[in-house]
């Protein structure tokens, strides 16, 4: 069963930095890219950062410069290193899964439909 677990997080002051972990099980960790999300408060969840099975990352226009996403295959861990930041990067933090993760269902090997998705670990930043 795929799990995703974030840590980290926490409290900040506006130009300072935190660092958002998330430990992937369940899956193999290199057969699928992984992404980072957030959700203000009474907002859309939106797309933070993402990470290719070939280490190739993009990141939203908003945090470019300031966050860099790193992953570990020896730990199955994806981080989001932020620095720099801003109130308004307050927000629930998720990880995700890019569809077609490679997991085994107990007789075969099989390519995920959809995302996999992280509880959320939440990030505030005061002025």
């Known amino acids: 069963q795929v799990h995703l677990v974030e840590s980290g997080g926490g409290s900040a002051q ?11 099980s ?9 992404e980072w999300y957030r959700q203000p408060p009474g907002k859309e969840r939106e797309f933070v950062s993402s990470i290719s099975t070939n280490e190739s990352t993009t990141y939203a226009d908003s945090v470019k410069g300031r966050f860099t996403i790193s992953q570990d295959h020896g730990r199955n861990t994806v981080n989001l290193q932020m620095n720099n930041l801003k109130t308004e990067d ?6 995700a ?6 997991y085994f269902d107990g007789d075969d090997y ?7 998705w ?10």
């Open 14 to 24: 506006a130009g300072g930095s935190l660092k958002v972990s998330c430990r992937a």
């Open 26 to 34: 369940g899956y193999i960790f290199s057969s699928c890219g992984m």
């Open 90 to 95: 307050s927000a629930v933090y998720y990880c």
């Open 97 to 102: 899964t890019d569809v077609g993760c490679l």
């Open 110 to 116: 099989r390519r995920a439909i959809s995302k996999y």
């Open 118 to 127: 992280g509880q959320g670990t939440q990030v505030t930043v005061s002025s």
